[in-house]
């Protein structure tokens, strides 16, 4: 069974672009033509784009690397949240900061600032916090959290980038693309598939086009989990014999109590 079938595709409106008189004529390779004034989108190669990016994500993290979801306009940021925690990977969906990727390192500064901030709410009194100090820490916190908190374990680069509309994302994309991070996203008829190393032509609008798509991004992210899980417990059976000799040795030497 594939990835997804053309009626999902269809029933999600994914082959729905925007009217002819907005597109991006980088993006004719990806139409099938035109209806009443808008244009269709090539769904036989977008089913064909989502095995590859499938393919791609799983065996992503089937490595070890992580999945980056970003995707901050208002009718997509409930959608990313929740796919991106399914598969517990990161997101942001509410402001992209500059240097989010190519600054990586201040913003883990800014992270490790609102963990310890957080810590010290814990116990206030213990810290000698006064009311006001307390009320101006909770303010710097729900700031913080509010652009943080999707990547607030992300202790590394990811290993690629999930992107829902490259027009409004388009310093993540090019942060991305600076760093030879390789950049999925979901292209309609308006878009620049420039830099894109997976490109998803669909509708990047419509609800139930985002949540599909999304949604078999996070499928994927969860099978390839679960693989590198596999790979790890397969390889632990089968480690040498000689481990466990020398941790019995150790233990023989160790004086009884």
Not at 91 to 116: A, E, H, P, Y
Request: with cysteine.
């Amino acid at each position: 069974m594939g990835v997804v079938s053309i009626k999902e595709l269809l029933e999600a409106g994914v082959h729905f672009g925007h009217q002819t008189n907005r597109w991006n004529p980088k993006m004719k390779k990806f139409l099938f033509g035109e209806r009443n004034g808008i244009y269709i989108i090539d769904l036989q190669q977008t089913l064909t784009r989502m095995e590859q990016t499938y393919a791609f994500v799983r065996d992503t993290v089937a490595a070890g690397e992580s999945v980056l979801f970003v995707g901050t306009k208002r009718q997509a940021a409930e959608i990313l949240e929740e796919e991106a925690k399914r598969a517990n990977m990161f997101f942001v969906n509410q402001r992209w900061l500059g240097g989010m990727l190519t600054n990586f390192q201040t913003i883990r500064r800014s992270i490790d600032k609102m963990k310890k901030m957080e810590a010290t709410l814990l116990n206030p009194s213990e810290h000698g916090l006064k009311k006001k100090e307390i009320l101006l820490m909770q303010k710097d916190i729900v700031k913080l959290q509010k652009y943080l908190s999707g990547i607030k374990n992300m202790r590394s680069l990811p290993g690629a980038v999930f992107i829902l509309d490259t027009r409004i994302e388009k310093i993540a994309v090019q942060e991305a693309t600076r760093l030879d991070i390789p950049v999925i996203a979901i292209l309609d008829s308006n878009c620049d598939p420039d830099h894109i190393t997976y490109p998803i032509p669909g509708n990047d609008d419509a609800i139930r086009s985002i949540k599909l798509i999304t949604s078999k991004i996070a499928d994927a992210c969860i099978e390839g989990m679960h693989l590198k899980t596999q790979r790890e417990e397969a390889e632990f059976q089968t480690a040498p014999a000689g481990g466990e000799k020398k941790s019995a040795m150790r233990l023989e030497g160790v004086p009884a109590s």
